[in-house]
């Protein structure tokens, strides 16, 4: 069992920044392949980033590339996405996910998932 839990969410102007951070507790993190969705209302959960148990494998959705960078520190337990040059379109709820059994992009491969952290970007 994992239990996963976001912060760093917030209000920010469209171009700013934010670090969303996911702790995890339970199983082994370090064995485990993190990912993080967002969904915005009215919308499909749909993938930012992943990466790697080793952390030399990251993925990311086009529509981040570039302006977000995902991370993890295993011996805090803990997976980041730092988010840079933040558009109004980059608002929604983000969630971190953890153990993929099949594609990592998609929502539906991942077990175990956080409460989700609110990402709000004005213009």
């Known amino acids: 069992q994992v239990r996963l839990v976001e912060s760093g969410g917030g209000l920010v102007q469209a171009g700013g920044s934010l670090r969303l951070s996911c702790a995890a507790s339970?199983?082994?993190?370090?064995?485990?392949?993190m990912g993080w969705f967002r969904q915005a209302p009215g919308k499909e959960r749909e993938f930012v980033a992943a990466?790697?148990?080793?952390?030399?494998?990251?993925y990311y959705a086009d529509s981040v590339k570039g302006r977000f960078t995902i991370s993890r520190d295993n011996a805090k337990n803990t997976v980041y996405l730092q988010m840079n040059s933040l558009k109004t379109e980059d608002t929604a709820v983000y969630y971190c996910?953890?153990?993929?059994?099949?594609?990592?992009?998609?929502?539906?491969?991942?077990?175990?998932w956080g409460q989700g952290t609110q990402v709000t970007v004005s213009s």
């Open positions: 996910a953890a153990d993929p059994y099949r594609a990592w992009n998609r929502p539906t491969s991942y077990n175990y």
């Open positions: 339970g199983r082994t993190f370090s064995s485990a392949v």
């Open positions: 990466m790697s148990r080793s952390a030399d494998t990251t």
